[in-house]
């Protein structure tokens, strides 16, 4: 009688526990694009679209102030600055986690083998590319709309705006984001949090003429605006004084940076910490 030994192909070792670096790259990879997709997409992109429409409209009505660079720049300011960015990044912010803590399916997102801080950090830089593709598509729809009716030549000409405006945006919604984050992991609604905190604060406190109006992102971002292309739209938000506009823009670089790191750190701190059941 022959006793067949186990097969050597089966084995129950468990699957390589990867690193900080190489877990958070693994999960930005898979997700991607994925808060762009359904109807989360469509809804910011026709966001983004709302603001184009009296562009439009009085361009045909031969309003001659919403063409040129001034136009562009001015319908970027109030309208994106100041409302859709904020919006577009509470929402994808909000559902880099929140979307499986509030559905309960963190549990299973966690039974990776790789370390909670990536699996957050990891969604964090998904929303900041999804959030770079998206703010890219914004700055150059208005672009075409506002500065392709002077012609060929002035598309060529103001192009050293693009870039200014896309860093600065990109920069505010980073900050933005990783508070958002944060809100989304220790707060329930966190949405509404975010809607109170972008446009009871940030919006309203911009128009004061005081000190209060230093604590928020978009009173920053618009002074580092001011420094790297001036404008009188961007001097209106921030109405700063200045021997020396780099310095302060140095300061603004690194207040936006503080607040996105601190933010970011202790979201990281709590996702660590948190207990996350089916029932939670």
């Known amino acids: 009688m022959t006793i067949s030994k186990p097969s050597s192909t089966i084995s129950s070792v468990e699957p390589r526990r990867r690193g900080l670096v190489d877990g958070t790259w693994t999960t930005c990879r898979l997700a991607g694009l994925s808060l762009l997709r359904g109807r989360r997409g469509w809804g910011l992109l026709l966001l983004g679209l709302l603001p184009t429409v009296p562009l439009v409209v009085q361009y045909f009505g031969d309003e001659t102030g919403v063409i040129g660079i001034h136009g562009f ?21 909000c559902a880099a986690v929140g979307e499986d803590i509030e559905a309960r399916t963190i549990p299973y997102l966690l039974t990776r083998a790789v370390p909670r801080s990536s699996i957050l950090i990891g969604r964090y830089l998904s929303f900041l590319f999804s959030s770079g593709v998206l703010l890219g598509f914004y700055v150059v729809v208005v672009y075409v709309l506002t500065i392709a009716p002077m012609g060929v030549e002035a598309l060529a000409e103001d192009l050293c705006y693009l870039w200014p405006l896309w860093t600065a945006g990109l920069i505010a919604m980073a900050a933005h984001g990783a508070v958002f984050l944060l809100l989304s992991i220790v707060a ?32 920053h971002t618009f002074v580092l605006l001011e420094a790297w292309r001036p404008h009188p739209e961007f001097a209106a938000m921030t109405k700063i004084a200045s021997d020396d506009p780099q310095e302060t823009a140095a300061r603004a670089g690194i207040v936006l940076l503080s607040i996105t790191a601190i933010a970011l750190f202790l979201a990281v701190a709590r996702f660590r910490r948190r207990e996350f059941t089916f029932t939670d």
């Open 73 to 93: 720049i001015k319908t970027i300011a109030n309208s994106y600055f100041q409302f859709v960015l904020g919006i577009a990044s509470l929402y994808l912010a």
């Open 188 to 219: 329930r609604r966190a949405i509404f949090i975010g809607i109170a905190l972008l446009f009871f604060w940030q919006v309203n406190v911009l128009q004061w003429q005081n000190g209060f109006k230093k604590g928020t992102v978009l009173f």
